[in-house]
């Protein structure tokens, strides 16, 4: 099983950034072997994806949501994984989850995924 445990998450005003972080760990572990996920949710919408990354360092976007303004990215050396945020606006508002999974493929589907963070609250102001 992997923990994952994510940071960056906070207020802003429209138009600013984050960056949210998420730190995997757990026994044996080799970060390269998974691809790592983020995915959001609003009050009273399902969870929705957002990026993906696999060990290789392919990325994926759900470009509706995104639209070129989120950056996906993972320090091996650390064990961490990033989503850079920019241009944000109130319909960013979200809780933001991090999930790995050794799967390669069918990364856009939070079913994919076994191991999910506790969550970090983003909340952007107008």
């Known amino acids: 099983q992997v923990q994952l445990v994510e940071s960056g998450g906070g207020l802003v005003q429209a138009g600013g950034s984050l960056r949210l972080s998420c730190k995997a760990s757990?026994?044996?572990?080799?970060?390269?072997?998974?691809?790592m996920g983020w995915f959001r949710q609003a009050p009273g919408k399902d969870r929705e994806f957002v990026a993906a990354?696999?060990?290789?360092?392919?990325?994926?976007y759900d470009q509706d949501s995104v639209k070129g303004r989120f950056t996906i990215s993972r320090d091996s050396t650390e064990n961490t994984v990033y989503l850079e945020m920019r241009s944000l606006g109130p319909e960013d508002t979200a809780v933001y989850y991090c999930?790995?999974?050794?799967?390669?493929?069918?990364?856009?589907?939070?079913?994919?995924?076994?191991?999910w963070g506790q969550g970090i609250q983003v909340t952007v102001s107008s």
């Open positions: 990354i696999r060990g290789s360092g392919g990325t994926l």
């Open positions: 757990g026994d044996s572990f080799s970060f390269y072997s998974y691809s």
């Open positions: 999930a790995a999974d050794r799967s390669l493929v069918g990364l856009e589907d939070r079913r994919t995924y076994d191991d």
